[in-house]
């Protein structure tokens, strides 16, 4: 079934963040994106812009829920505070290997109160730990080991209990990493902790984007 030009248009703007976030703090021009969208589509007829036009505008309103909710997310995140990690290192091993042998790498890591987390992936298992036992990793999983990061930092972001009840939280934390062009490596959440590896370089960047 062909798509109607509101169909069209609301994909559109779902598929392009930063005319969706123009859109959102009024900074569009309709007519320019009416243009734009129309040249893209390939549907530039007289009516198919004026249809465009009309169909933006009402995304536009329907936006203004999304601005609500945003304002709440800050809200919750101004209460949230930040715990940094430097000399962070990530390993990536095979899935076929001997689990108890992690196991007692964890606990060895755990009595010293170091850092020490374990994913487990489809076919691989990822461990987020510090510098300091690069060796210890290395040594046991050599062969085992399908690709390994240092120089990196883990960006531990602490909400309350209330990120249970509001959408939208993880996803707009993530936003801000795009925009200001920071990878994540990796990411997991523990409850009210959200934890973010990205690159070492990155920290003072993301500090500052992270501040509410």
């Not at 509101?6 to 900074?27: A, D, Q």
């Not at 996803?171 to 200001?180: A, G, M, V």
Request: overall charge positive; charged content about 30%.
């Amino acid at each position: 079934m062909e798509k109607t030009t509101t169909e069209l248009t609301n994909e559109y703007i779902k598929n392009h963040p930063h005319i969706k976030t123009c859109l959102k703090k009024g900074l569009i021009n309709y007519s320019s994106l009416s243009r734009l969208i129309a040249k893209e589509l390939n549907i530039e007829k007289k009516t198919s812009k004026e249809a465009i036009l009309i169909a933006a505008r009402r995304f536009k309103e329907k936006l203004q829920k999304e601005v609500v909710s945003e304002r709440k997310v800050k809200e919750l995140l101004a209460k949230s505070e930040i715990e940094i990690k430097n000399k962070i290192i990530v390993f990536i091993l095979e899935k076929n290997i001997n689990f108890d042998y992690i196991d007692k790498i964890q606990k060895s890591i755990k009595q010293e109160f170091g850092v020490f987390y374990i994913l487990e992936g489809s076919n691989n298992y990822t461990i987020i730990t510090q510098e300091k036992y690069f060796n210890l990793i290395e040594n046991k999983f050599k062969t085992k080991t399908i690709k390994k990061n240092k120089d990196l930092a883990l960006i531990n972001f602490k909400t309350t209990k209330e990120i249970e009840q509001m959408p939208g939280v993880l996803s707009y934390i993530t936003s801000l990493f795009s925009e200001n062009g920071v990878n994540i490596i990796e990411f997991l959440s523990c409850w009210t902790d959200s934890l973010f590896i990205i690159d070492s370089k990155d920290v003072n960047k993301t500090i500052e984007f992270l501040k509410f």
